[in-house]
RNA sequence: GGUGAGGUGGCUGAGUGGUCGAAAGCAGCGCUUUGCUAAAGCGCCGUACCCCAAAAGGGUACCGAGGGUUCGAAUCCCUCCCUCACCGCCA
């Protein structure tokens, strides 16, 4: 959410960041002024009244401990109150639609972000390794899966339909490994606090990581109790702190979960619907950070960088792009995306999007109402980061591919060999 | 799921219709005094919003949330949420 007081101070700022995004949400700015308006005027006037009101009922109480007659007093505060009445449902109305715009109105992109309208425009900012060279014909994750019984997708859609995936045998235990391996590395070596959070959240936790109101589609709720499967650990984790003022020398917190994530991916049916890539249930560790405004930035790099640490240890090539304007999440001000090069898929190869890292500064802080107290004493938001570290099927897909034999077994790279019991797949 | 008790400021805890935004204590900050790792005294010490160009200042709201009764509600009534205890059920 962006602060109402930046949009009145800085309206045309505010309009020309919004417009780099694409979304012809600067448009939405004049309302938004224009209700902010009626609601201080209403508050104004209200707040007017009911200083009367408070001034003469404390001396309808005065004139009556003297056993005086207050009746004239009494008419006076009735009509009043009438009119608190009236201004107080239009103030109200006014702030609640002032609250619902801001809601859908999205963050301001970092101003040195690269500046487009989709994909085109992201900048590969590093890469990692090489493409391996692989014995023709390099065969998919799809195809490996089935032939090593390390995934059942038929089986998976009999049970939920299409878009689950079903481990199986070595493949599930592949999985169980890369979690344990990244949990590891994130808690031994980059110091993050491990959590094991609720899968299921209230509506509140879903406004406050941005998922609502505007993605609601995308969401698997459960209508009876108003509650929500999380889309990713990002919202049990990040909101763990919600409404909370923390002391400035607990910050920067640093957290990292394993959880599963459902999504319903409402309109991207036929879309990379081959294999494991875009599913509605998969897992993921998940890292995320509370920081101060001063220090997120080189929070935003180093969580990258302990993201990409997995892809290094595994041995798997990878490219980092920073994501233009256009490209951006509703609520963030900057991400780099972490692709990780799966040999089997796509037309000879493809980069696997399998994390993203994103700074929303305060705009996810200011929705769930987390801020920290600073050494002067004085309140400020918290900013708030968060990236995969990793996703897993897509890691697994690339993993499988990368380290395909040519005698159609896999290899296991060595860091994952205690995790997994075994060097190899066949 | 049932029954009962409760939700007050950073914490403890008073307060059952009118100078209560809220006593008192603790913690915290400042000053003074005495002085051996501390004590005593005094003062300050919630949040959000609105008015004001800004500062100063003023105002409104907030005692779990939302409604209601009333000239006036932390206090009375209703609904909901949550916590605790006991019972039931249960991996």
Redesign the pocket.
């Known amino acids: 959410m962006l602060d ?2 930046l949009i009145r101070e800085r309206a045309d700022f505010v309009r020309e960041r919004l417009a780099t995004r694409g979304g012809g949400d600067e448009q939405k700015i004049d309302n938004v002024l224009r209700i ?1 308006g009626e ?3 209403a ?2 006037e ?3 009244l ?2 009367e ?6 001396e ?3 004139k ?2 003297r056993k005086e007659s ?1 009746d004239e ?2 008419t006076q ?2 009509k ?2 009438e009119e ?2 009236d201004l107080t449902q239009r103030a ?1 109305a006014a702030e609640e639609e002032q609250k619902k715009l801001l809601l859908e109105i999205p963050n301001l992109p970092h101003g040195d972000a690269p500046l487009g309208s989709n994909a085109s425009a992201n900048k590969v900012v590093r890469s990692w390794g090489e493409k391996p060279k692989l014995r023709e014909p390099v065969r998919d994750h799809v195809d490996l899966g089935a032939q090593l019984k390390l995934l059942d997708l038929d089986r998976a859609t009999k049970l939920s339909g299409s878009g689950f995936i079903c481990f199986t045998g070595a493949g599930a235990k592949l999985e169980r490994a890369l979690i344990q391996l990244m949990l590891d590395l994130h808690t031994r070596e980059h110091g993050y606090l491990e959590m094991s959070p609720p899968f299921l959240v209230r509506r509140d936790c879903m406004i406050g990581t941005t998922q609502l109101p505007k993605f609601e589609a995308d969401m698997y709720g459960l209508e009876e109790n108003q509650m929500f499967l999380v889309p990713t650990a990002e919202v049990p984790v990040t909101n763990f702190h919600r409404e909370e ?1 923390l002391p400035i020398v607990d910050l920067p917190k640093k957290f990292v979960a394993y959880t599963p994530c459902f999504r319903r991916e409402a309109g991207s049916a036929g879309r990379e619907t081959r294999g494991i890539l875009r599913v509605h249930l998969f897992d993921k560790v998940e890292l995320v950070k509370i920081a101060t405004p001063e220090k997120s930035y080189d929070e935003l790099e180093s969580l990258t960088t302990d993201a990409e640490r997995v892809l290094q240890l595994l041995g798997l090539h990878y490219r980092v792009i920073e994501l233009c304007t256009g490209d951006l999440t509703f609520g963030s001000a900057k991400t780099y995306d972490i692709e990780v090069w799966a040999p089997g898929s796509g037309q000879g190869g493809a980069y696997l999007e399998v994390s993203s890292c994103s700074n929303f500064e305060d705009f996810q802080a200011r929705r769930m109402n987390l ?1 920290f107290k600073d050494r002067d ?3 400020h938001f918290c900013h708030t980061l968060n990236g995969s570290g990793l996703a897993l099927p897509r890691l697994f897909a690339a993993l499988i591919e990368t380290n395909q034999q040519a005698d159609g077994s896999v290899h296991i790279p060595e860091i994952l060999q205690p995790y997994f019991g075994a060097a190899e797949i066949r």
């Open positions: 109402i007081r902010d609601r201080r005027k508050e104004t209200l707040q007017r009911q200083s009101r408070n001034r003469l009922s404390k309808i109480g005065a009556r401990s207050s007093l009494e505060v009735r009043i109150g608190i009445a109200n003022i801020r004493g004085k309140n």
